[in-house]
């Protein structure tokens, strides 16, 4: 059984940076960052394979945003740059276990999720 813990979500102003880190415990296949604002779908931000290879981000975090794991802690981390207010969200971590396929990003592929991280940026 998988198991994900978040940690490094908080508040900052507009043009900060925050660092989010996720614990994981057992074997996954992809792991990735989604995030879920007041009245929104959850959306993916940033997603990698645990085995190496493809990794993506959304449209509206690439160049800010930076997704990396350490396979030796089994640790993911999302380290955020540029922070925009819409950036406010509650953040997630999550893995995948079974076949990955075609957009990464998609929230379809997931099926293990941590309790998630506040980040909120002020303007």
């Known amino acids: 059984q998988v198991q994900l813990q978040e940690s490094g979500g908080g508040s900052v102003q507009s043009g900060g940076s925050l660092k989010l880190s996720c614990a994981a415990s057992?074997?996954?296949?992809?792991m990735a960052w989604f995030r879920q604002a007041p009245g929104k779908e959850r959306e993916g931000v940033a997603a990698?394979?645990?085995?190496?290879?493809?990794?993506d981000y959304a449209d509206s975090v690439k160049g800010r945003f930076t997704i990396s794991r350490d396979s030796a802690a089994n640790t993911l981390s999302l380290q955020m740059s540029s922070l925009k207010p819409e950036d406010t969200a509650v953040y997630y971590c999550?893995?995948?276990?079974?076949?990955?396929?075609?957009?990464?990003?998609?929230?379809?592929?997931?099926?293990?999720w941590g309790q998630g991280t506040q980040v909120t940026v002020s303007s």
């Open positions: 999550a893995a995948a276990t079974g076949t990955v396929a075609g957009n990464i990003l998609n929230v379809r592929w997931y099926n293990h």
């Open positions: 057992g074997d996954t296949r992809c």
């Open positions: 990698t394979f645990t085995g190496g290879g493809n990794t």
